[in-house]
């Protein structure tokens, strides 16, 4: 494995910075200047934040970056979960790049769970 340190970054901003930053990423594509992709995800508030990253949440990220499970299935016997809940949380976690889905074909088709980045840091502008 290789041992590149990858952070994701979260940032509360307001609606108004995050539609100034998307008008400045336009304007340098539209130029043809390289937009530098971001890996983070942003929200308004810290409230917001909550409800994305819940306890349940952060604890599939710890889990599947420590124990490795080779599907969600696993996981959630791992979680002692509901596996219906862990899939839905997979998948939203998924979505928002939290959280890497490979499909595995050995027998019958899994979704094997990846994290591959070791931690988020949280940035608040005061």
């Known amino acids: 494995t290789n041992m590149r340190v990858k952070n994701i970054k ?3 901003k307001s609606e108004d910075e995050l539609f100034k930053e998307v008008k400045e ?6 130029k043809g200047e ?4 971001h890996e983070g995800l942003y929200f308004e508030n810290l409230e917001a934040m909550r409800k994305v990253l ?10 599947v970056k420590k124990e490795h499970p080779s599907s969600i299935y696993e996981l959630a ?3 002692k979960r509901d596996v219906k809940n862990t899939f839905d949380d997979i998948q939203f976690l998924a979505n928002v790049g939290l959280i890497e889905l490979k499909k595995t074909k050995e ?6 769970p990846i994290v591959n980045y070791d931690k988020i840091l949280l940035e608040i502008p005061v």
């Open 10 to 12: 979260i940032a509360i």
């Open 77 to 79: 016997k791992m979680l």
């Open 107 to 112: 027998g019958r088709e899994r979704n094997t």
């Open 54 to 63: 819940t306890e349940n949440r952060l604890k599939i990220l710890k889990i």
């Open 25 to 30: 990423t336009w304007k340098k594509a539209e």
């Open 34 to 37: 390289k937009v530098a992709k």
